[in-house]
Every structure is written in structure tokens, then in C-alpha cells.
């Protein structure tokens, strides 16, 4: 796995580095700032971004859309030693593949960066379970996710990724306007208003391995 780290605490980045190294990773760059964590994703085309959600120079969740602009290949894992529950729909909002806590031991967050290199998804599920209260209940969001077709549940793996409609259409070989099709069917089954509200009730209700 190819990783690029952003993080304005060097220490902290120095130590994850040196811990993805002993597991065989390859660090290809470090940034203690948002603009330099950009510079090194597009010059560098790792698999997996670690990013900070603050930096001195900019938020880290614009950074992370840039980087899903400049270098769609590349996914992001945010990184944060907050418990505030909006970050999550932010993280979702940037195109994130996920969001762990730092203040986890290294072990699990090579684990989630991992994880979304593979292609899954990666928020922390305890963190979400004790910070989210105010979502629809866990069941009733199991429910709808089961009342979607095969395709659709696809579809919505997609939104909880970030993917654009072009993105979808390219992934899963049908026209925009089918794209927009399926999206909407998938939003009608989920009662959502909007694409990130319905990939924050999936995030939220601990579903994302049901997709």
C-alpha cells in the first residue's frame, strides 16, 4: 500500500510512518500542511491518503476534495482527535472513504487505512455508536438498506464513498442518466432528501458492510 500522511504533528506523524513501514507499507510522502498533503497525492499517486481534518494553512476536508478532484484514484481516511458528530457528515460531504480517531492506538488506525485501500470503508463504529444519538434508529435503516436491489445497494456504497454520478456511471457501466435513475430509486427507498443523507444514515447505523 502506497500512503501519503498529512498531519501538522510531527511527532505523531513520524510515529505512525515509522509503524506502516514495520508492516510492510510504503510511505511514499509526509505534510504538515493541507496545501503540501494535495502537492504530494497528486505528484506521488498513492492508494491511500491519511489526512489530517485541521491544518495552521486550511481545513483538511477541503484538501480532501481537492485530492478527489486532482487525484480521484486516491482515497482518503480523515484523522481527528475530536468526538464532535458533524465530522462525520463532513468527512462524507469531502468524499472520505473514512474517518478514525487518533487518539486510537496505531494498530487499529492501520487497520482503517488498510481497510479503505481495499476498497471498504472505514468509520469508526464505537465512535459513532456513542456520539450519534439523534439519527434514525439503527433498525429502521437496516430495513430500508434490505428493500434495495442489488444494484441499488451498489449505488449506495458508491454515495458512502463519495462518488459523483460520472464516477458512478463509469464504475458500474451504464449511461449518467441511468446513474441519476438508480441515485434517485436509492433516495426514494432511504426517505433521504439528498445523496449525504443517505450515506450518513448508512455511516451512522453501522451498515456500510451490508452494501
Known sequence: MKIV????????????????????????????????????????????????????????????????????????????????????????????????????????????LERVAAGASAFDSRWSRSTFTRQRPESDVARLVNSLTTRERDVLRRLVDGCTTSEIAREMGVTKNTARTHIQNVLTKMGAHSRLQAATQVVHAQLVDLL
Open 5 to 112: 500522511l498529512g498531519d501538522d504533528h510531527e511527532m505523531w506523524l513520524q510515529a505512525l510512518e515509522v509503524a506502516l513501514l514495520a508492516r510492510g507499507h510504503h510511505v511514499v510522502a509526509t505534510a504538515t500542511t493541507a496545501s503540501g498533503a494535495v502537492d504530494a497525492v497528486v505528484g506521488s499517486d498513492p492508494d491511500v491518503c491519511a489526512l489530517d481534518v485541521g491544518f495552521p494553512d486550511g481545513n483538511g476536508f477541503e484538501a480532501a476534495r481537492r485530492i478527489r478532484e486532482e487525484a480521484p484514484r486516491t482515497r482518503v481516511v480523515m484523522l481527528t482527535g475530536s468526538s464532535e458528530p458533524s465530522l462525520v457528515d463532513a468527512a462524507v460531504s469531502a468524499g472520505a472513504a473514512g474517518l478514525t480517531r487518533k487518539d486510537q492506538s496505531v494498530t487499529a488506525i492501520m487497520a482503517a
